[in-house]
């Protein structure tokens, strides 16, 4: 059965301080991966999608790596708008729906 | 990126009564849209998948006669709860998939039956 799982379910940072998200998956055949940052009463906001082991995205403070097992979203030198909900999902072969974590919430104090 | 818009974002029902969302794509086309319920601080539960000029796809456990799914258009998908009780209070979130099979996502509605 696909799944994903996320650590850890909650995290404070302070300022400045970086760290990495987990997104730990087993899925039959990967068609993708997919982070989003999520803020409370909102729909999720799309960050990236990984592709294939090996491959690397960057966006502002935040890059997302991918293993065959894995994904790491880091946080270079957080800042307090970095506060948010994190998801992370994947997408089997053979099917459009989207598995998501329960997400990592992530607080960064100024 | 692209952009959905899902209206409205906050409903107060009677119990009994029907509601109805709607999720559009405003930019692109979506052959494929998805409809997601969401509970406090937990992560998105799939409740139907929808698909343009078809029948929704409800994932097991959710009941197809009180959450009426209709894609009318490639731009356009709707969710109706009917006969709402307030046990079907939650925030209700689309999605429409794009052409590299990312999602993007509605604001979400919150929907409060009492």
């Known amino acids: 059965e696909d799944q994903v799982t996320q650590s850890p379910e909650a995290l404070r940072l302070q300022e400045g301080e970086s760290s990495s998200l987990n997104c730990s998956y087993t899925?039959?055949?990967?068609?993708?991966l997919f982070w989003y940052r999520q803020d409370p009463g909102k729909g999720p906001e799309f960050l990236f999608t990984?592709?294939?082991a090996g491959e690397e995205k960057e966006k502002e403070r935040l890059k997302a790596t991918l293993t065959k097992k894995e994904s790491f979203l880091h946080i270079t030198a957080p800042k307090p708008e970095d506060s948010a909900t994190y998801l992370c999902?994947?997408?089997?072969?053979?099917?459009?729906?989207?598995?998501f974590g329960t997400g990592t919430r992530l607080k960064v104090l100024a | 990126g692209a952009v959905v818009s899902q209206h409205p974002s906050r409903v107060i029902c009677k119990s009994g009564t029907s509601v109805k969302i709607e999720c559009r794509s405003l930019?692109?086309?979506?052959?494929?849209m998805f409809w997601y319920r969401q509970f406090p601080k937990q992560s998105l539960m799939l409740m139907a998948t929808?698909?343009?000029?078809?029948?929704?796809?409800?994932e097991q456990g959710v009941e197809k006669d009180k959450f009426l799914i209709n894609h009318a258009s490639l731009t356009l998908s709707t969710l109706t709860v009917t006969s709402a009780h307030p046990e079907d209070s939650s925030f209700y979130i689309c999605?429409?998939?794009?052409?590299?099979?990312?999602?993007?996502f509605g604001q979400g509605t919150r929907l409060t039956v009492v």
């Open positions: 999902a994947v997408q089997s072969s053979g099917t459009y729906k989207y598995i």
């Open positions: 999605s429409a998939r794009g052409h590299q099979d990312e999602a993007f």
């Open positions: 899925v039959s055949g990967l068609r993708g």
């Open positions: 930019d692109f086309q979506a052959t494929t």
């Open positions: 929808s698909n343009e000029g078809s029948k929704a796809t409800y």
């Open positions: 990984l592709y294939s």
